[in-house]
């Protein structure tokens, strides 16, 4: 019998695994992708998604080898969209932001130390970034949604988090915690993040943060797109925007509607 410790670190590579191929969605993950990305040897990898396949969590392409999110996946996710209504709450919010700014919008949740992009919708100008998709996992206080939420948690929280927030690898482009700190210092004055292309050169960002009842600040609303729509000048109208869609959906939480 497994002990409770090799168990849990089953469960553990089941997530790690689960979460890299939904960020694969649309491509499809290849196992020598999966073993680089979870530090898991090659027969461990292989057999995890086997088990997951025949479980019907994942599917198997074998004309590309590729790994798929199965059709337990959408029947668990459907189940679970129930307990959290805020897409269906939040999605005309970001239907608006994209018509009415031409950009990209965005719906995210924090989930512990990370945000996950939820929702996306594409605005009108041809030119877009492509940084951010559902299923598209950061570090709070990498992109425009985390650094909107880290702006409004408790400063003890927010101190504990920038403690040991670990930027030396470069995975998230020109990251540094003086970087994060001024931008958050910026907002907490204009209740608004403004992310001037730090993950990738010239796709910039903007958010607000959504709340829930406990006025805890969960979500994040978010556009993104070119840096040349993205000038001073415009940075106000975009941040009431944004803030007036993001206090919607607050209010609308707060409201108990569903």
């Known amino acids: 019998m497994e002990s409770p410790s090799s168990g849990t670190q089953v469960v553990q590579r089941i997530g ?3 979460r890299e191929v ?10 020598s992708d999966l073993v680089a990305t979870t530090g898991l040897t090659k027969p461990t990898t292989h057999r995890l998604l086997s088990s997951l396949a025949a479980e019907g969590l994942l599917d198997h392409d074998d004309e590309s080898g590729r790994w798929f999110l199965g059709p337990e996946m959408y029947v ?7 307990r959290f209504p805020i897409e269906e ?10 018509a009415a700014t031409g ?32 299923g598209t996992r950061f570090p709070l206080g990498i ?47 204009q209740a608004y993040i ?11 960002g903007m958010a607000a943060a ?14 993104t797109g070119v840096e040349a729509r993205f000038r001073p000048e415009r940075q106000k109208e975009l941040g009431r925007l944004l803030l007036l869609e993001a206090h919607r959906v607050s209010r609308r939480l707060a409201s108990g509607a569903d």
Not at 76 to 82: C, E, F, N, R
Not at 210 to 223: C, E, H, K, S, Y
Request: a negative charge; charged letters at 20%; one cysteine or more.
């Open 210 to 223: 959504i709340f829930d009842r406990g006025n805890r600040p969960m979500w994040a609303l978010t556009i």
């Open 89 to 98: 709450l939040a999605h005309p919010s970001v239907l608006r932001l994209a």
């Open 22 to 31: 939904t960020a694969a969605r649309e491509t499809g993950a290849r196992l």
């Open 103 to 134: 950009e990209s919008a965005f719906l995210s949740m924090r989930r512990g130390s990370e945000t996950i992009c939820l929702l996306r919708e594409e605005g009108s100008f041809p030119l877009r970034s492509f940084v951010l998709m559902e």
């Open 16 to 18: 790690m695994l689960l």
């Open 76 to 82: 668990m996710g459907s189940a679970s969209a129930s």
């Open 194 to 204: 403004v992310n001037p292309g730090r993950i990738v050169e010239g796709s910039w």
């Open 143 to 189: 992109g425009s949604a985390g650094l909107a939420i880290l702006a409004h948690l408790d400063e003890a929280e927010r101190e504990e988090y920038l403690a040991r927030l670990d930027l030396s690898d470069g995975r998230y482009g020109q990251q540094s915690i003086g970087a994060i700190r001024q931008t958050i210092a910026e907002a907490q004055l």
